[in-house]
């Protein structure tokens, strides 16, 4: 089963993630999937993606279950805010022992450790180090890279991954057994054999706007067409699957055998010497060499369109993951698009590295391309659509960074500006000519209700169309329910992802294996920051004490309520006004994150900075980020998890996070990621910073260790900064007062319940569209009109309407007049009662009397 | 503009360099004349106190050996060229460590001129020393004997005492932990000195007096010790022994001499036990048993007079920065710190791998490493156990394999350290103190013994609002009475 839960999924609370509307209903996702068992694979998984759909009436979407468990964790270590252990780890923590193993007799000088899981431990300062990780990229999937001491894990994905860039199993093996300490052991190389045994052998072609499966052998071709999934799928529904396998002519299927004879002298004997070794290594993992294209007869079987992902996921489920080439070179079907890189254009090693990965035989591979942000994945994409140089389909996040993309593509390359076009909502033209390239958002695409007349037009001529190559950027987003249709409604021959985290916190990372393909290339973070092609980033974690007033309302409210009352700590608001004044001073620019848009509003009218989430209208939102680019006046903007990905501001050196969601470590990576590509970061001792703002005690805490996760695998490093030096000699410090900070308090505990999401909700509840209703206005500096904000309700005691909230009245010292005075008054009043308690008998005979009398009246 | 600077949550000058002799330092310093002019007739001991002295001292000293005259103030300020007006201390501090041994008596004024004489008995020791006359036999007699043939190599020896000392650590880390690893137990003499000197006791035994020798477990000071570096446990386990001699009676001063004895041989050679110490016997059955040196088994109920000094014996003396020959300074740093707090620990030692484990995670071993994680639980537990940041901080960085140093300083990472003292912070979070509390009903009282308390500075918390006053318990009486005065007073005014 390929979704096996990743040990992470264990914890649910850990799954959540914030990248799609799923990740609302993790829990319900677990709940599917302990229902369907182990082993409904398939129709588990399928009945969670449609889940979305189904319980579209709970507007509530808040992960409950999470805080649920993160409150009973705060509550389990009240002082500590932080879980003793994960999970995960408490299952590894027995010893395995190895130790019994023998080592290789010249240990020394190789670099690797491999256990019988696969595990690697990769020694980075040996001799043979580079090569070994140049090879360990390719067959294995990197777990830590700090400085010295490397480890890698190899999975199935990442074998397939391997087998995909031209490595065969064999090799694998034996650079793996020359490479390590200990003998490798039997276990492992039937493992990586099996594996590997059957990748390959199916082709997923599309062919004159149809598609095939293929192979060369009918035995491999067989099991997948008498699959009844798949058999469901093909187009010619015939009694006999086996008629459909068509046989083809050698003529039409026989591409030029480009390949020259394959490296000789691949197989040294054992006893060789280094010398040989390394050319071993090298020819292994050498980029440039060709594959032999067999002239044997191939078997087709053709499958329906739009039944794709299914056939994909099936094959890759039967051990038979299907490969996905696209020959360009050879395609005449399609019309050339005449596009080129600048002449002036550098691409940098490991951007020419990772491309040679995708077209390493001549043709291209679909698959994922994995760089830190800012190290140049808009180039690599436009390289590679250069590369193919066929219609262009390109899908980003959201419209800004459209006009980013269609900018980098006329700065980058030759491409005209009539072929090049954008699809969005502001923007719906078509290129002219036969090829060309368009650029348009997830959303855009996905949208499966109503549209209007042009854009149902568009969509029409983007679907009849067949696309030479298909460009994802950010393509962590895509597992989401609504984005896998951008994948489905499309003929594409290749497709390239690009991202910045390959790290989900639900299992969903495995479905990009069968919607786009395996991972091509990782780069390594710390050699791209040494090398300069990233900023340096100083990361700090800087502890907030919440206040008394602040933490009391936290032990005591409900779940949702305290992300407010941990992100609005007065302490952490100057703070962050603190370290904003600080950097300013410096000369940095610096970007505020929150992921609480109540919280992030009132950050920035306080402290009297620009804003954007989801709720900013488009064009407010380009003058608010046009503005910070250029305008020396403006140094800081507070920004939703709208800015996660893809704004591009180069400008930023500085990073401040007041909210995030949950643990996702994701986020983490890709926030930090804004301020990667500084550009000042070639300056002699630049440092960009990054500051996560935690208010201790808080299940803040945990959360902020499990972000970190990825950041401190790619071996950064947080320093916790427990206080902030010259914070109280600071003048114009907000929240100065108890009673202000009391009143804030007020404030907070009166919010609306939405106001307490971490979300941007006006995203999520509108569909990506832009909030219509009354938005609150920019503070002064920005240029946008103010408006009314629309009137709150709200439930509180009595006394909180009235104002008396904080005052209490208690006679502590009573003087002996009053108390006398008071003895007399109380005496008196009982004897007052005393008299009364005839009183219902007087009223009772004054009644009588009256009613006899109106009687008498009555009776007159 | 106020610059932020970030303060480390560890204190500042936390990070001094321990010397490894430190508890013979303290031993020595809390001796008398007596004991020193006893010591001194060893010629060996002058040799080996001579090696302790700083640099400048221990030249100051070999200036004066051969001089008729006292060391005057004016010469030393001379030689170390500091300024004749210079104040005295100056001067005094240089030679501090040299008079703190009884090398020079404490300073004389004679006729104007100020002057440290110096000690006879060891000016003569030393002069000695160096030129190979002293009769004492302090630097051992070699053994004559018939059986040069089978004898030990230096590997054999230094194996032979790894072993011995590395099992009786061994034995300690066992018994404080769940995980059983194969040990041996040591002879009743060493649990014995282990128990006294504080390093292991039986958790069944409060009073310590009768311990149950097997069952012995660990103590916190026990796990300290494990953290240290070798030489220092080697010294503060034969202080130790030196204690309970004294307890029984023996002149310490002969036993101390004996080990600067045993510091000045020659590893491989082979002594006379008869000959190098005829007073010291039973000290050599017990150096044995730690592994300072190597004799044949027992024949015939004769204990065989010949002895081979192992490395830990003959490093002894070596002084405070060369390492011991035996570990190689290779040998010794073999742990990998990265930023994601994984520890790669090139060993196999079993020993090595159990200290590790008090306070790492271990996941994985192989043969030659050990992989494991500096993680929030096991650090703690480790803290439970009295293992304070700073010790495994200093164990870290002591023990971290040469690449760590091909890093820009500094050597551990400051997240990892401050990390380590922020879990260390963790446990201490919350502080208990006695306090009397004074309730009030009168503002004017209350302010007045206010006052009065912070007088004393006995003031732990006041609470104007309802005049609550918390004080130390050691001035209760005093602030009693007080307030007992002060309301007399009023109402007699």
Known sequence: MSRSPSPASSLDFYQSDASSEEEYRPRRRTADKRGGGSGGSATAAASAWTAPKTSGTTKIRINLGALRNAQAAAAAHPAEGEIDEDVEEIEGSRIVDLSD??????????????????????????????????????????????????????????????????????????????????????????????????????????????????????????????????????????????????????????TMARGEALFEGRQPGEGEQDGVRDDVIGAVIGIHRTDELDDEKSFRFQVEADKMEVVRRRAKEMDFPALEEYDFRNDTTNANLDIQLKPMTVIRPYQETSLAKMFGNGRARSGIIVLPC????????????????????????????????????????????????????????????????????????????????????????????????????????????MFRKCLNGFKVHAKLGLTATLVREDDKIGDLGYLIGPKLYEANWMDLAKNGHIATVQCAEVW??????????????????????????????????????????????????????????????????????????????????????????????????????????????????ISSHFGSRRQEAQRLGRILRAKRRNDEGFNAFFYSLVSKDTQEMYYSSKRQGFLIDQGYAFKVITELHGIDTMPDLVFPTKASQISLLEEVLNAGDNAAETQDHYMKLNHGRHQRGPRSAQPEQSTSAGMVPAASRFTAPLEHLSGGQNLSYVERNKSVNKELSREDRASKKQKVNGVSGSGPGLIQKMRTKDAAARKRAGGQ | MVQPSFSHPRKPNAEEVI??????????????????????????????????????????????????????????????????????????????????????????????????????????????????????????VPYVGEDGIDAPDPEELIQYGEDTWESILKYMVSSGLSSSIATVKPKPQVLRLLHASGLMADNNDMSGRRPNLDRLTITSKGFQFLLEDRQTQLWQILMCY??????????????????????????????????????????????????????????????????????????????????????????????????????????????????????????????????????????????????????????????????????????????????LHLWDKERNRLKHEDAVMFEFHSKELFDDTEAEARRYDGVLVSVPNSKLLFIDPSIKDGIRDFVMGQQKQLRGA
């Open chain 1, 101 to 254: 193993q023998g080592l290789v007799k010249d240990h020394h000088i190789r670099p690797l450790w491999v256990d019988d899981d696969g595990n690697i431990i990769l020694e980075a300062f040996a001799t043979l180090a580079s090569r070994a990780q140049d090879f360990l990229i390719a067959i294995a999937e990197p777990v830590s890279r700090p400085s010295l001491i490397h480890e890698y894990r190899i999975t199935k994905p990442s074998l397939h991954a391997a087998m995909s860039v031209g490595l065969e199993t064999r090799d694998i093996i034996q650079v793996l057994s020359r490479l390590s300490k200990i003998p490798l052991s039997p276990k492992l190389e039937r493992r990586i054999i099996n594996w590997t045994s059957s990748y390959g052998k199916i082709r997923l072609v599309l062919h004159k706007n149809k598609y095939y499966l293929e192979s060369t052998d009918p035995e491999f071709l067989q099991p997948l067409v008498s699959d009844s999934v798949i058999a469901s799928c093909g187009v010619e529904k015939l009694g006999d699957a086996g008629q459909q396998i068509t046989g083809l002519d050698a003529l039409e299927e026989a």
């Open chain 1, 374 to 481: 800012g190290a140049g994945k808009t180039l690599v994409g436009i390289t590679a659509a250069c590369t193919i140089k066929k219609s262009t389909l390109v899908l980003c996040t959201s419209a800004v960074s459209v006009a980013q993309w269609k900018q980098q593509f006329l700065h980058f390359s030759n491409v005209s500006e009539r072929q090049i076009c954008a699809f969005t909502q502001s923007e719906k033209e078509m290129f002219t000519g036969p090829a060309g390239i368009v650029i348009s958002t997830y959303p855009m695409i996905a949208h499966t209700g109503k549209r209007a007349h042009d854009a149902e037009k568009m969509m029409q001529f983007l679907r009849s169309r067949e696309w030479g190559f298909l460009l994802l950027d950010e393509v962590h987003v895509v597992p989401a329910n």
């Open chain 1, 544 to 657: 907030c004490p919440m206040t008394p007033e602040f933490y009391r309302e936290y032990l005591r409210t409900a779940s949702r309520k305290r992300i407010l009352l941990h992100a609005m700590n007065p302490n952490k608001i100057q703070a962050c006004q603190f370290l904003i004044n600080y950097h300013e001073s410096r000369g940095d620019k610096v970007i505020v994150f929150s992921d609480n848009v109540y919280a992030l509003e009132a950050y920035a009218k306080k402290l009297g900075k620009s804003f954007i989430h989801g709720g900013t209208a488009e064009g407010e939102r380009l003058r608010i980020l046009s503005r910070f680019q250029h305008d020396p006046q403006l140094n800081t903007i507070f920004l939703s998890k709208v800015g996660d990905t893809s704004i591009d501001l180069p400008e930023a050196t500085c990073l401040i996070q």
């Open chain 2, 19 to 140: 010397s490894p002799t430190a508890p013979l330092d303290a031993f020595l310093d809390n001796q008398h004349q007596s004991f020193f002019e006893e010591l001194y007739k060893s010629e060996a001991v002058c040799l080996c106190i001579l090696r302790f002295l700083p640099p400048i001292c221990r030249h100051v000293v070999l200036h004066t050996l051969w001089s008729y005259n006292p060391l005057r103030t004016v010469d030393l300020k001379a030689l170390c060229q500091i300024d004749v007006s210079a104040p005295l201390n100056l001067a005094e501090d240089i030679v501090r460590s040299a008079i703190d041994r009884k090398i020079f008596h404490p300073i004389q004024h004679k006729k104007g001129k100020m002057e440290w004489p110096m000690n006879d008995t060891f000016k003569k020791g030393l002069r000695n020393a160096l030129t190979g006359l002293g009769k004492s036999n302090s630097f051992g």
């Open chain 2, 242 to 419: 030196l204690a309970l001699k004294e307890a029984d009676s023996e002149r310490s001063a002969e036993t101390l001499s004996v080990f600067f004895s045993l510091g000045c041989m020659q590893l491989g050679d082979s002594y006379s036990a008869s000959g190098s110490f005829p007073l010291a016997h039973s000290a050599l059955d017990d150096l044995e048993s730690y592994g300072f040196i190597y004799r044949r088994p027992v024949v015939n109920g004769v204990p065989s007079d010949q002895f081979f000094p192992t490395h830990l014996a003959t490093s002894l003396c070596s002084g405070n920065t060369i390492t011991s020959a035996s570990q190689s300074a290779d040998e010794k740093r073999f742990l990998v710190l990265e930023t994601n707090y994984k520890i790669y620990a090139y060993t196999s030692n079993e020993l090595e791998i159990a200290i590790l484990n008090l306070f790492v995670d271990i996941r994985i071993r192989y043969r030659n490493l050990v992989v494991g994680k500096l993680d929030r639980k096991n650090v703690k537990s480790a803290m439970e156990k009295g293992i304070s940041a700073y010790q495994i901080i200093s164990y870290l960085a002591s023990h971290a394999h040469p690449q760590m140093y091909n890093s820009p300083p500094p050597l551990l990472h400051p997240t990892i350290v401050d990390q």
